[in-house]
């Protein structure tokens, strides 16, 4: 899509070139509410609202109301099965596990249609690559016995969502919103519209929270707007919004252009390493340097990792955040501590991986 904010595009097909101070001004053009103290009170047991990595949300209060007067809600989000996981699809990944874990039932979409649409990949190729993303989720937490996890391909409610909302659906609307794109991505956003309204169809209308990047921000304004006119009795599907990560190398973004960017989680283990020890750290140019002035934490792609994914407890990250900033942290020694921990990780994920992938096959009903 081209929503053009001066000097920089928010589009959901493809990356993003957000930097950090554009955070701010996106939440006052698209009107998207920030994140208060009370708030992040409210939500302290979701990591990623805790850590400031969500910087901001539509109607998160209304999950709140209703955990508070013990009412049903849902946790929305999915996956396009274009490639194994990584990083970026970790982050929405855990962020579902937790409002989850908060008491949200967890929905799941394998968005087929929306592969095929935007990468070419016909369903039948795609389905390796779900039971893969599935078995990849599952091994991180999420509980299937609290979810409802849909091919978009399979699931009959989305696609009748579509052609219902779709005659609300003009030309000049899709333009302002995405920019002038092929037909089908058009579809597959009225097919997105079905994926979010989807648990207010098959249980009651209840508050829905869609944890996306904030480049998927036009499918939430789409969504809102069409269910606003369609769905009168259905509440507006709400929305947390996380800073994207940059790339491990500099780069604003992580992408599959730019391979030294990122690593998947199926990567070699070497290569892995490689990739992890080249990241860009707020280092100083020298030892001496960095014991005088300390380190920018940051601006450091081992901080924001570690931060992101990697260092489950609060107070550790805080205290190797003031030890970075007073240059008692050298980075050789850190960087070595972070590549140990992604490898540990790594090693035992695709340990509990492994134990998931006829579960997953079975979900999804493929052979
Ligand atoms: S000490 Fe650690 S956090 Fe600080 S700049 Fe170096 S690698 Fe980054």
């Known amino acids: 899509m081209t929503d053009n904010t001066n000097d920089f595009t928010i589009d959901p097909w493809s ?31 979701h990591k990623f609202i805790r850590r400031k990595v969500i910087f901001g949300h539509r109607d998160l209060n209304l999950i709140h109301k209703a955990i508070e007067n013990n009412k049903s809600w849902a946790v929305m989000s999915g996956i396009k099965p274009s490639g194994p996981f990584h990083l970026g699809t970790m982050t929405t990944a855990l962020e579902i596990i937790d409002f989850q874990k908060m008491g949200g039932k967890a929905y799941y979409c394998i968005a087929d249609i929306e592969s ?24 991180l937490g999420l509980d299937p016995n609290n979810a409802y996890i849909w091919r978009q391909s399979k699931e009959p409610i989305v696609k009748d969502v579509c052609f219902k909302v779709g005659r609300l659906v ?14 089908g991505l058009y579809l597959a956003a009225l097919i997105q519209v079905g994926d979010i309204v989807l648990p207010q169809i098959m249980d009651s209308p209840q508050p829905t ?6 480049d998927q921000d036009p499918h939430i304004r789409l969504t809102r707007d069409l269910t606003r006119r369609y769905y009168k009795n ?31 989680f199926d990567e070699p283990l070497e290569s892995i390493e490689k990739k ?76 509990k991986k492994k134990a998931q992938l006829d579960k997953a096959r079975k979900i999804l009903e493929i052979e």
């Not at 095929?116 to 091994?139: F, H, K, M, R, S």
């Not at 929270?209 to 904030?214: E, L, N, R």
Request: proline share 4%.
């Open 170 to 183: 003009t030309q000049n609307m899709v333009t302002a919103i995405y920019g002038e794109k092929p037909f």
């Open 209 to 214: 929270i869609v944890p996306v990047g904030i």
């Open 234 to 264: 259905f509440f507006l599907p709400g929305a947390t919004y996380h800073k994207l990560l940059p790339g491990l190398d500099g780069s604003n973004k992580m992408s599959k252009r730019n391979p030294n960017s990122y690593f998947t």
């Open 15 to 45: 990356s993003s070139n957000i930097l950090d101070e554009d955070y701010n001004r996106l939440i006052e053009e698209f009107g998207i509410d920030t994140i208060t103290d009370i708030t992040r009170e409210q939500f302290k047991k």
């Open 276 to 351: 992890v020890r080249g990241a860009i750290t707020g280092g100083r140019k020298n030892k001496k340097i960095q014991q005088e002035l300390g380190g920018i934490p940051q601006n450091c792609m081992i901080y924001k990792i570690l931060m992101y994914h990697f260092e489950p407890d609060d107070a550790k990250l805080a205290e190797e955040f003031e030890l970075c900033i007073k240059g008692e942290l050298m980075c050789g020694d850190h960087k070595k501590t972070c590549v140990e921990r992604v490898l540990r990780f790594i090693k035992e994920h695709r340990q």
């Open 116 to 139: 095929w649409e935007d990468n070419g990949i016909p369903y039948e190729e795609a389905e390796q690559t779900a039971v893969d993303n599935l078995a990849d989720i599952l091994a």
